[in-house]
C-alpha cells in the first residue's frame, strides 16, 4: 500500500506565489512519473506538471514559464512552485504517483487533493 499526501495550499492574491508539496511513502521500490493535475469546479480533472524519474518533464501549455515542477527522488518527494498565479488557476491540485512495489507491480496512487484559490 502507498499513501500520497499533498500540502501547501491556501488562498492567494492574482500575482502571487505558492508552493505544493506531495510525500509518497509505504510499499515503494520506485517512483516513475510523478506529478500533479488539478480540477475546478464542473470540470474535468487536467495534467498540470509532471516529471519522470530522469528528470523529463511535461507541462500544460496554461502554466509554462510560470510554474516549476522538481522533485527529490530519495525521499519519494514532488514539488510544484507556483508563481504569478492567475484566478483561472484555481482548483483542487491533486499529486500523482507511478509506483512500483517490491512484487513489481505498478500501480497508480492519487493524494487527497489540495485546495488553491486565487482571488483578490
Known amino acids: 500500500q502507498v499513501q500520497v499526501v499533498e500540502s501547501g495550499g491556501g488562498l492567494v492574491q492574482p500575482g502571487g506565489s505558492l508552493r505544493l508539496s506531495c510525500a509518497a511513502s509505504?510499499?515503494?521500490?520506485?517512483?516513475?512519473?510523478m506529478g500533479w493535475y488539478r480540477q475546478a469546479p464542473e470540470k474535468e480533472r487536467e495534467l498540470v506538471a509532471v516529471?519522470?524519474?530522469?528528470?523529463?518533464?511535461k507541462y500544460a501549455d496554461s502554466v509554462k514559464g510560470r510554474f516549476t515542477i522538481s522533485r527529490d527522488n530519495a525521499k519519494n518527494t514532488v514539488y510544484l512552485q507556483m508563481n504569478s498565479l492567475k484566478p483561472e488557476d484555481t482548483a483542487v491540485y491533486y499529486c500523482?504517483?507511478?509506483?512500483?512495489?517490491?512484487?513489481?507491480?505498478?500501480?497508480?496512487?492519487w493524494g487527497q487533493g489540495t485546495q488553491v484559490t486565487v482571488s483578490s
Open positions: 509505504g510499499s515503494i521500490f520506485n517512483i516513475n512519473v
Open positions: 516529471m519522470a524519474s530522469d528528470g523529463s518533464t
Open positions: 500523482n504517483a507511478d509506483s512500483r512495489d517490491y512484487s513489481g507491480s505498478w500501480n497508480s496512487y
